[in-house]
C-alpha cells in the first residue's frame, strides 16, 4: 500500500468514526435522538467528513505546523497540538451542518426554535471537547493498524 492509500484509508477510518461520534453525541445532547435521525444525522456526517479529508491533507497541515513550532514529534503535547488542529478543521464544519440541518426541519414543520448561533455554540462547545478526545485516542490507533501494514513482510 502506497502512502497516498494509506492516506486515504487514515482519512475515511476517522472521518467515520468521527461522524459516528459527534453525530451520537449531537442527538444525545439535544434531547431528541431516535434511529432514523442518528442514521441520517450519521450518514450526512460522514459524507461532510469525507469530503474535508479529500480536499484537506491532513497529515501534511499537522506535520507542517508541528514542525514551524519546533516540537517534538510522537510526545504528548505534540500530539494534543496535532489533535486540536484535526479538531478545528472537522468539528465546526460537521457541528454546523448537523445543527443547520436540525434547526431547518424544526422551524420547516412549524416549531419555535431560537436563533441558528444560539443552538450551534453549546453545540459546538460540546462536539469540540469530544472530537478532540476522540482524535487524541483513535487517531495513533489507526496509525498503527493503516500504517503498520504497509511494512513489507522482510522488514519485519
Same mark, same amino acid.
Do not use: A, G
Given at each position: 500500500m502506497d502512502m497516498k492509500k494509506a492516506g486515504q484509508k487514515m482519512s475515511l477510518c476517522m472521518g467515520i468514526t468521527m461522524?459516528?461520534?459527534l453525530s451520537l453525541t449531537g442527538l444525545l445532547s439535544s434531547g431528541h435522538f431516535?434511529?432514523?435521525s442518528f442514521v441520517i444525522n450519521f450518514l450526512i456526517s460522514t459524507v461532510i467528513s469525507l469530503v474535508i479529508g479529500l480536499f484537506i491533507p491532513m497529515k501534511k497541515i499537522t506535520d507542517a505546523a508541528v514542525?514551524? &513550532?519546533g516540537m517534538t514529534p510522537g510526545k504528548f503535547g505534540t500530539r494534543c497540538f496535532e489533535s486540536l488542529i484535526s479538531d478545528l478543521i472537522y468539528t465546526p464544519v460537521m457541528t454546523f451542518?448537523?445543527?443547520a440541518m436540525a434547526h431547518h426541519n424544526a422551524v420547516s414543520h412549524g416549531q419555535e426554535m431560537p436563533p441558528l448561533i444560539r443552538m450551534y455554540l453549546p453545540s459546538l462547545g460540546i462536539s469540540m471537547l469530544v472530537g478532540f478526545v476522540l482524535i487524541f485516542i483513535? &487517531?495513533?490507533?489507526y496509525t498503527k493498524m493503516i500504517f503498520g501494514k504497509m511494512q513489507k513482510p522482510e522488514d519485519q
Open positions: 461522524s459516528f461520534f431516535t434511529i432514523p514542525q514551524k &513550532t451542518c448537523m445543527v483513535i &487517531t495513533p490507533v
